[in-house]
């Protein structure tokens, strides 16, 4: 199985960066595509970015699109999302996600995913 751990998050003002790490331990990290989601309150889980095994395709949510950098370290089995221009619709708890077992599909949907995150919370402040 697969172990993630997110870190990064915190409290900033609109405007604002923030760069989410995410990692990984206990299979091969580079064998898999990374993704990351967020769950506002009261809403369900979203899909935010993903980066393929081999970091060559990504894909963005429209609402992060030009704001949002999905980026992977096979070294430090790291994978990381620098957030920029930070609003308040950004404010969430993201988790990073992980196509551990190989499950087929889109990889904008939870269901591509079997190992998760315990999720870092961001707040955006106006």
């Known amino acids: 199985q697969v172990q993630l751990v997110e870190s990064g998050g915190g409290p900033v003002q609109a405007g604002d960066s923030l760069r989410l790490s995410c990692v990984a331990s206990?299979?091969?990290?580079?064998?898999?595509?990374m993704g990351w989601f967020r769950q506002a309150p009261g809403k369900e889980r979203e899909f935010v970015a993903a980066v393929s095994w081999s970091a060559l395709v990504t894909s963005y949510a429209d609402s992060v699109k030009d704001r949002f950098t999905i980026s992977r370290d096979d070294a430090k089995n790291t994978v990381y999302l620098q957030m920029n221009s930070l609003n308040s619709e950004d404010t969430a708890v993201y988790f990073c996600?992980?196509?551990?077992?190989?499950?087929?599909?889109?990889?904008?949907?939870?269901?591509?995913?079997?190992?998760w995150g315990q999720g870092t919370q961001v707040t955006v402040s106006i």
């Open positions: 996600a992980a196509n551990c077992l190989g499950a087929g599909g889109s990889w904008s949907s939870p269901s591509f995913y079997n190992c």
């Open positions: 206990g299979r091969t990290f580079s064998d898999y595509a």
